[in-house]
């Protein structure tokens, strides 16, 4: 199946301070990307959807500003959490599926981003 | 207002046993359901998609049935092992076909 690499796995950083998460698809190309929040026994929360050479679509509740994403190529989504605050602390997952057929309907997920903010 | 539930409950069930999962939804009509698993701080990984006419799907030892009368689709995992044991995510497509919307998942403990 298609494989997506998320990096960093695990980062810590202070509040007020921007940190950067990266997606690839490696061997697929990627038009749509999906960027997820997870606390712990909760589902996962659709954050936004990235598209590829345009704006991402964000979902009701998520600050655009505050959650800043890329896609500016077909295998490369990012997502920068500007000036993080203690409650940006969460586990972050990209997603993404391949561009045909069946295959459209399966998403295919990163191994997802620890955040801490102290 | 739209819902996906599955029994937040862990199930705890003895190895070689079937374990079955249940993900119930309302004000939904999906196209298709999906189920996942996720390990502790990983992404979940595809299993199993079931469309709307079909009524059940096998691979391996997994098998997924979808009631749309009932809204319901149960995943079943025969001859059950520890290595079974994550927490499996119920997803179907929010109608248009395009966003996937998950469930808060079901916790499965395989003993020994």
């Known amino acids: 199946g298609a494989v997506v690499s998320q990096h960093p796995s695990w980062v810590i950083c202070k509040s007020g301070t921007s940190v950067k998460i990266e997606c690839r698809s490696l061997d697929f190309q990627a038009t749509t990307m999906f960027w997820y929040r997870q606390f712990p026994k909760q589902s996962l929360m659709l954050m936004a959807t990235?598209?590829?050479?345009?704006?991402?679509?964000?979902e009701q509740g998520v600050e655009k500003d505050k959650f800043l994403i890329n896609h500016a190529s077909l295998t490369l989504s990012t997502l920068t959490v500007t000036s993080a605050h203690p409650e940006d602390s969460s586990f972050y997952i990209c997603s993404s599926s391949e561009d045909r057929g069946q295959a459209k309907n399966i998403q295919y997920f990163g191994a997802g981003t620890r955040l801490s903010v102290l | 207002s739209q819902k996906i539930e599955q029994n937040s409950e862990a199930l705890n069930i003895q190895e070689g046993k079937t374990a079955t999962l249940t993900c119930n939804y309302t004000?939904?009509?999906?196209?298709?359901l999906q189920w996942y698993r996720q390990d502790p701080g990983r992404g979940p990984v595809f299993l199993l998609l079931?469309?709307?006419?079909?009524k059940e799907k096998r691979k391996e030892r997994l098998k997924v049935t979808f009631d749309t009368t009932l809204k319901q689709s149960l995943f079943h995992i025969t001859a059950s092992q520890p290595a079974d044991s994550a927490t499996y995510l119920c997803a179907l497509d929010s109608g248009g076909g395009f966003k996937t919307i998950f469930g808060a998942g079901t916790r499965l403990f395989v003993k020994a």
């Open positions: 079931i469309r709307e006419n079909e």
């Open positions: 990235s598209n590829e050479g345009s704006k991402a679509t964000y």
């Open positions: 004000n939904y009509s999906p196209a298709y």
